[in-house]
């Protein structure tokens, strides 16, 4: 078994929210408007921070976009969403944080990357500008090396030592080798710059489930700086958030991770939430946060030829989360509600009973009824049609929520 830290000691405040330290793994996601476009850009932080995204990034890679920070972050403010504001800056970091000290006040947190900040001397000095810029405004910094935008120099350098020395090292192990020792030596930077170790987060982001999993074991040994957490692409759909839990569920499990993003690949026109549903589903699964509340709902097979319970299971999902923002601020635990809707005899009831709310709909061949479980007892039958189920099933949640779950002291 690897031997990891399971807490990093040192937490770093980003805004109104602590990462590592002990605290709870923080959700964070990545808007993909045209930052420069702060009304779109805004409306899709706002999107993603209600959606459960307790810290939202944006892209800075232009003078427009950076000038359109501050913007952002009012409206953010105006509809009450506090969710941190970061800064995803490459290339040219330092001049967009000198030249726009406005954007540089108005977010919370900046992410550097080390393998494209600059180039031989040039690199040390253009990623000690922006250290310095987060000293002078008292911001943390997450320096976030990638496998696809590596230091080319520190990888030849590598590859060369491997061949000379004869080490017989692979091409995969150097790469992962030069990840960690990117992000430690910058680290070591950035603390000469002047930046303390509790404004540094720091990432090293691979695609591949098994490289993210060696890469950050070994990262866990060598820092104990919060650690930010997720693959550089996930890809789409299934692929992508198989590919995620695979990666991050193995870690999680071993405490390492102080945040986590979900980089899923949207389909186009699809809904950006998706990434931020899949962070907190990951967390929620391996009993580290509850966000909301859970719907356990039968695969289906030969008894369940009607679709019924699946129409029931995906609308009752999709008005949890309409609800969540509501609830959440309004109602004190309920995001640890469990549901079942299930479609046949066989787990129905035992699934329903186990649940806080629970309904066994009929499968084939059983007789038109729907018994409805209440903390493990047996509270009605429901019969009808799908919209009549639908529109008594939900009232019976509301009517749990408001009775269980006391409100929120001011």
């Given at each position: 078994?690897?031997?990891?830290?399971?807490?990093?000691?040192?937490?770093?405040?980003?805004?109104?929210?602590?990462?590592?330290?002990?605290?709870?793994?923080?959700?964070?996601?990545?808007?993909?408007?045209?930052?420069?476009?702060?009304?779109?850009?805004?409306?899709?932080?706002?999107?993603?921070?209600?959606?459960?995204?307790?810290?939202?990034?944006?892209?800075?890679?232009?003078?427009?976009?950076?000038?359109?920070?501050?913007?952002?972050?009012?409206?953010?403010?105006?509809?009450?969403?506090?969710?941190?504001?970061?800064?995803?800056?490459?290339?040219?970091?330092?001049?967009?944080?000198?030249r726009h000290p406005d954007c540089a006040a108005a977010l919370d947190k900046y992410r550097i990357?080390?393998?494209?900040?600059?180039?031989?001397?040039?690199?040390?000095?253009?990623?000690?500008?922006?250290?310095?810029?987060?000293?002078?405004?008292?911001?943390?910094?997450?320096?976030?090396?990638?496998?696809?935008?590596?230091?080319?120099?520190?990888?030849v350098q590598r590859m060369q030592e491997n061949t000379d020395r004869d080490l017989g090292k692979?091409?995969?192990?150097?790469?992962?080798?030069?990840?960690?020792?990117?992000?430690?030596?910058?680290?070591?930077?950035?603390?000469?710059?002047?930046?303390?170790?509790?404004?540094?987060?720091?990432?090293?982001?691979?695609?591949?489930?098994?490289?993210?999993?060696?890469?950050?074991?070994?990262?866990?040994?060598?820092?104990?700086?919060?650690?930010?957490?997720?693959?550089?692409?996930?890809?789409?759909?299934?692929?992508?958030?198989?590919?995620?839990?695979?990666?991050?569920?193995?870690?999680?499990?071993?405490?390492?991770?102080?945040?986590?993003?979900?980089?899923?690949?949207?389909?186009?026109?699809?809904?950006?939430?998706?990434?931020?549903?899949?962070?907190?589903?990951?967390?929620?699964?391996?009993?580290?946060?509850?966000?909301?509340?859970?719907?356990?709902?039968?695969?289906?097979?030969?008894?369940?030829?009607?679709?019924?319970?699946?129409?029931?299971?995906?609308?009752?999902?999709?008005?949890?989360?309409?609800?969540?923002?509501?609830?959440?601020?309004?109602?004190?635990?309920?995001?640890?509600?469990?549901?079942?809707?299930?479609?046949?005899?066989?787990?129905?009831?035992?699934?329903?009973?186990?649940?806080?709310?629970?309904?066994?709909?009929?499968?084939?061949?059983?007789?038109?009824?729907?018994?409805?479980?209440?903390?493990?007892?047996?509270?009605?039958?429901?019969?009808?049609?799908?919209?009549?189920?639908?529109?008594?099933?939900?009232?019976?949640?509301?009517?749990?929520?408001?009775?269980?779950?006391?409100?929120?002291?001011?």
């Amino acid at each position: 078994m690897p031997v990891v830290k399971l807490h990093r000691t040192v937490g770093v405040r980003v805004g109104s929210v602590q990462v590592g330290g002990g605290a709870p793994v923080v959700v964070q996601s990545m808007t993909m408007t045209d930052t420069a476009d702060a009304a779109a850009t805004a409306q899709q932080c706002i999107e993603l921070a209600e959606a459960g995204s307790e810290m939202v990034r944006v892209t800075v890679n232009l003078p427009e976009a950076a000038a359109a920070v501050p913007e952002i972050k009012r409206r953010m403010l105006d509809a009450g969403v506090t969710a941190p504001l970061i800064g995803d800056f490459h290339y040219n970091g330092h001049l967009l944080l000198t030249r726009h000290p406005d954007c540089a006040a108005a977010l919370d947190k900046y992410r550097i990357n080390p393998g494209n900040v600059g180039t031989g001397r040039r690199r040390d000095e253009q990623f000690t500008t922006i250290c310095r810029v987060a000293q002078e405004h008292h911001k943390p910094v997450r320096i976030g090396v990638n496998g696809g935008s590596l230091n080319q120099e520190l990888v030849v350098q590598r590859m060369q030592e491997n061949t000379d020395r004869d080490l017989g090292k692979t091409s995969e192990e150097i790469i992962n080798e030069c990840m960690v020792l990117s992000a430690v030596q910058s680290t070591e930077l950035a603390l000469e710059a002047g930046l303390r170790k509790d404004q540094i987060i720091i990432s090293c982001k691979t695609s591949r489930p098994r490289d993210l999993i060696a890469v950050y074991r070994d990262l866990a040994r060598q820092t104990d700086q919060p650690l930010h957490l997720g693959l550089t692409e996930a890809g789409m759909g299934t692929k992508g958030l198989v590919w995620s839990a695979a990666a991050m569920g193995v870690l999680l499990n071993e405490g390492i991770g102080d945040t986590v993003r979900v980089s899923l690949t949207p389909r186009p026109g699809g809904d950006r939430r998706e990434e931020v549903y899949a962070a907190c589903e990951l967390l929620q699964a391996l009993g580290l946060r509850s966000f909301s509340p859970s719907v356990t709902a039968c695969p289906g097979c030969g008894r369940t030829t009607s679709s019924t319970f699946q129409q029931l299971a995906e609308r009752t999902q999709d008005y949890i989360r309409e609800r969540m923002p509501e609830w959440k601020a309004s109602r004190e635990g309920v995001e640890t509600m469990t549901l079942a809707v299930m479609g046949c005899v066989v787990n129905g009831p035992g699934e329903s009973k186990a649940a806080n709310i629970g309904i066994s709909l009929p499968g084939t061949g059983e007789a038109p009824n729907c018994p409805v479980f209440i903390d493990g007892q047996h509270y009605t039958t429901l019969r009808g049609t799908y919209e009549e189920l639908d529109v008594e099933f939900r009232a019976l949640l509301d009517r749990y929520v408001e009775t269980k779950y006391p409100l929120r002291q001011p």
